[in-house]
T-cell receptor
Framework: AQSVTQLDSQVPVFEEAPVELRCNYSSSVSVYLFWYVQYPNQGLQLLLKYLSGSTLVKGINGFEAEFNKSQTSFHLRKPSVHISDTAEYFCAVSDDRDDKIIFGKGTRLHILP | DAGVIQSPRHEVTEMGQEVTLRCKPISGHNSLFWYRQTMMRGLELLIYFNNNVPIDDSGMPEDRFSAKMPNASFSTLKIQPSEPRDSAVYFC????????????FGSGTQLSVL
């Protein structure tokens, strides 16, 4: 079965600094990969997804992620964060074999003034 | 479209009481998911339906939990009897059929069992 590991439960970063949120997955077949964002007291929203093709995926709000098959990673990056990026970020994976979507435990992004 | 609609937004109940959470998916979406979010366990998939049929309920914690989808526009998650450890935020999400499709989440139901 597939699984998702988000190594960092919390990441503090200064405003306008770059950030990387890490995500590793395990699956022996082709996968679909997603990043979702959850703002306080709201449901999750899709930031970006990787289905196939170019390994660099651009999403909303200036975020991007790179699919690395050899390292089974799908890290999320933003070159300059804003206070409005304060939220929890979830990595998710699905594949045709298990027929469901699995979420990581989330990484809480704290933007420091 | 109003998005995925969940009710109630907040529910406070006493241990032993029956709790029913409701969800209206986005029109035209064939798949519906129920998730539970806690600090300890993160976001857990409880059950999902495709075309109103339960496909995988392996995430349902125990027999106290049940879910139904009587038609394409409505689903319920019931807990009977409720226990304090059931306290969590319960999310409903819907999507078009296909694992490459993105999920649209409701705003969640914050459940507190005293």
């Amino acid at each position: 079965a597939q699984s998702v590991t988000q190594l960092d439960s919390q990441v503090p970063v200064f405003e306008e600094a770059p950030v990387e949120l890490r995500c590793n997955y395990s699956s022996s077949v082709s996968v679909y990969l997603f990043w979702y964002v959850q703002y306080p007291n709201q449901g999750l929203q899709l930031l970006l997804k990787y289905l196939s093709g170019s390994t660099l995926v651009k999403g909303i709000n200036g975020f991007e992620a790179e699919f690395n098959k050899s390292q089974t990673s799908f890290h999320l990056r933003k070159p300059s964060v804003h206070i409005s990026d304060t939220a929890e970020y979830f990595c998710a994976v699905s594949d045709d074999r298990d027929d469901k979507i699995i979420f990581g435990k989330g990484t809480r992004l704290h933007i420091l003034p | 479209d109003a998005g995925v609609i969940q009710s109630p937004r907040h529910e406070v109940t006493e241990m032993g009481q029956e709790v029913t959470l409701r969800c209206k998916p986005i029109s035209g979406h064939n798949s519906l998911f129920w998730y539970r979010q806690t600090m300890m366990r993160g976001l857990e998939l409880l059950i999902y339906f495709n075309n109103n049929v339960p496909i995988d309920d392996s995430g349902m914690p125990e027999d106290r939990f049940s879910a139904k989808m009587p038609n394409a526009s409505f689903s319920t998650l019931k807990i009977q009897p409720s226990e304090p450890r059931d306290s969590a935020v319960y999310f409903c999400a819907s999507s078009r059929t296909g694992l490459e499709e993105k999920l649209f989440f409701g705003s969640g139901t914050q459940l507190s069992v005293l």
